[in-house]
């Protein structure tokens, strides 16, 4: 997974109409057909806080289509195009290393294990494109509503085959730093509360009690808020987030410390082992 962080990063800042965006997301594809997934490329246009259209590219990788019973797993790849929350180059792309492309590598990790031991349910990995390109904090307009996630909310709209259905999702969102710890976010507990203890009491079970806490915090509105509230698929978040307010992330949240730096093997494998668990755990 360490490695999947390190290609996502090299391909620069995968901001939507750049061509590091367009290579990796060609990758991407890549490498998900290369694990034996079926792709579905989901392409259409969303319009950003400041009015702008801007073409979208959300990416479905099915494993075994045939089966009923489905389990959704997804993350974003897109990067945001500004560093809002750092003191310097606030205008300039970051790397997303963590926000973007540690949840992504976690689950081309996933799909790899399962090119080599089948998985007893249907497996559906979404990379959701455009979620971070959302309206600056330091933007003069007021604030907005719904201007993150665009991709996820498209896709809630549109989903990639008719009448799609999930027994649950399973979300990743900065889940690669250091040290990060997962509390039990609101949006997660009001919609999937038994799906969530089900992956704590795992990622406990495994050993990685010190990354997963049973602390219960604020609701986000991440894609996962948008997955359960269009589609009604129960979706959890697994986010290093710690409450109290509403950008109470990582300290390299939205800043150019969000580059290799901070991304720990560690975290991500106790992520990746928990979900991995988790999946080949259902029946
Ligand atoms: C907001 O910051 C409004 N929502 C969290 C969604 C997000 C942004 N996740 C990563 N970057
Ligand atoms: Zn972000």
């Not at 289509?65 to 750092?86: E, G, M, S, V």
């Not at 996962?224 to 269009?230: A, S």
Request: aromatic share 10%; with cysteine.
């Amino acid at each position: 997974a360490y490695t999947y962080v390190e290609k996502q990063v090299g391909f620069g800042p995968r901001v939507p109409e750049t061509e590091p965006h367009t290579a990796c997301g060609d990758w991407l594809v890549l490498k998900l057909k290369s694990f034996g997934a079926d792709i579905t490329e989901q392409l259409g246009t969303v319009q950003l806080y400041d009015g702008r259209n801007i073409p979208m590219r959300n990416i479905v990788a099915s494993f075994h289509p045939d089966k009923k019973n489905r389990i959704l797993l997804c993350a974003h790849w897109d990067t945001r195009p500004f560093a809002d929350q750092d003191r310097s180059r606030r205008n300039e792309p970051i790397d997303g290393a963590n926000d973007g492309a540690s949840g992504t590598a976690v689950l081309l990790e996933i799909a790899r294990v399962m090119d080599t031991l089948k998985p007893p349910v249907g497996i559906d990995i979404i990379l959701f494109d455009v979620e971070d390109h959302g309206q600056p904090d330091n933007d003069s307009a007021a604030p907005m509503q719904d201007t993150y996630c665009l991709g996820s909310q498209y896709w809630g709209e549109h989903p990639h085959k008719v009448n799609y259905s999930a027994k649950y999702g399973i979300l990743l969102d900065m889940v690669g730093a250091k040290g990060a710890t997962f509390s039990m976010e609101g949006v997660s507990m009001q919609f999937a509360p038994r799906q969530m203890r089900k992956i704590w009491d795992t990622a406990s079970q495994l050993g990685y009690g010190r990354h997963f806490m049973y602390q219960q915090t604020h609701p986000i509105t991440d894609d996962h808020y948008y997955i359960n509230t269009l589609t009604g698929i129960p979706t959890i978040d697994i986010i290093e987030y710690y409450g109290a307010t509403r950008s109470n992330f990582g300290p390299y949240w939205h800043t150019h410390a969000d580059n290799m730096s901070v991304i720990d093997r560690k975290t991500l494998k106790a992520v990746g082992q928990t979900v991995i668990q988790v999946i080949y755990n259902e029946t």
